[in-house]
């Protein structure tokens, strides 16, 4: 098969490069080309049977005539930019890189949760203020975390979690058991544990089910003295009923590493917000193995495919994921 990679222009987002395409496929019985430039892409359209890319390359690209394309793998895990489009073409498969964020997603949320659990984003706001007030805090352990999202970012975020002896609750949309969870439960029951929940993680894709899955009637469902961490999406959460139970002191603190506008405009009230700290959307990407991992996700889907198998890293635009 014809595997082709385009990459953005001048890309900061962790590009395909030459030296690492022939590394990872070394002894690959496939063809494989890379792009950053429009003719790049044209002279591969016709013999493409893979093209490698982001979502928002392939909603500028496409619908383009692409006879041989059965599957676009994109090199990175969220769909939410694709929902609702009608740029593949029929019968072309879509995948992801789901997996390749799953170690660094997991030690920055358990990076995020220390620090709530010893009051950082309190002590930040503190210091903008030249406030010294001491707040102590126990650890970790016996602390009830509740993690929306099952796959591979919430699942790494458990295991991180599970040495520090906290009691790990997984929200999913189907009821089974997972082995990196305590318990299971599905989205419907989450008003169920909200109020039993210290430390609130998100790592679901964003769909229109979890779209404001956090709002303002949720927000107050949690103890004043817990805290949320946002690895997924920012339009999970609504924004202003955040803000403001942050605001009364309804929550302890926030860590978001995404927000709904990116980055946010310079006179958003997230910038000053009491007990909220913002990274900006690195969480789960690690320059030094992202691209080495994506392509051997890559070529594990193009093994499934070349033996008849389903590829793993299949994704339903109709769920979201």
């Known amino acids: 098969m014809h595997v082709h990679i385009q990459n953005r222009p001048r890309d900061h987002f962790v590009p395909l490069t030459a030296d690492i395409v022939q590394e990872a496929t070394r002894g690959s019985p496939h063809v494989y080309s890379i792009s950053d430039h429009d003719e790049g892409f044209a002279q591969a359209l016709g013999t493409m049977a893979v093209l490698v890319t982001t979502a928002d390359q392939l909603l500028t690209r496409f619908p383009s005539p692409a006879p041989q394309l059965k599957a676009v793998f994109l090199k990175h895990a969220g769909v939410d930019e694709l929902l609702g489009c009608n740029c593949l073409p ?4 879509l995948l992801n890189n789901s997996g390749a964020h799953a170690e660094k997603a997991g030690q920055y949320v358990l990076m995020a949760a220390l620090m709530l659990q010893n009051g950082l984003p309190a002590y930040v706001s503190q210091q903008k203020g ?9 650890t ?23 040495p520090f002896s906290v009691y790990l609750t997984g929200v999913r949309n189907r009821p089974q058991a997972h082995p990196d969870f305590d318990r ?6 989450l008003d169920v544990v909200l109020p ?9 894709p964003l769909t229109p089910q979890t779209r404001l899955l956090i709002n303002a009637r949720r927000l107050a469902l949690l103890p004043a003295s817990a805290g949320i961490i946002n690895i997924a999406r920012g339009e999970l959460i609504d924004e202003p009923a955040l803000l403001l139970a942050l605001d009364r002191h309804q929550l302890a603190g926030a860590i978001l590493d995404v927000t709904t506008t990116e980055p946010p405009d310079h ?7 009491p007990n909220l700290l913002l990274t900006p959307h ?7 193995t992202y691209a080495r991992e994506t392509m051997r996700i890559l070529l594990e889907n193009l093994d499934d495919m070349t033996a008849g198998r389903q590829p793993r890293n299949r994704v339903d635009l109709k769920r979201g994921y």
Do not use: C, H, N, Y
């Open 90 to 93: 029929e019968g072309v498969m």
């Open 130 to 138: 030249g406030l010294w007030q001491p707040r102590f805090s126990g």
């Open 140 to 162: 970790l352990s016996g602390k009830r975390v509740t993690i929306i999202g099952t796959g591979g970012l919430g699942s790494a975020a458990a295991r991180a979690l599970r």
């Open 184 to 189: 299971t439960i599905e989205l419907d029951a």
């Open 196 to 204: 039993q929940t210290d430390i609130l993680v998100l790592a679901a």
């Open 267 to 273: 006179d958003d009230p997230l910038w000053s917000a």
């Open 282 to 288: 690195v969480s789960a990407t690690d320059p030094g």
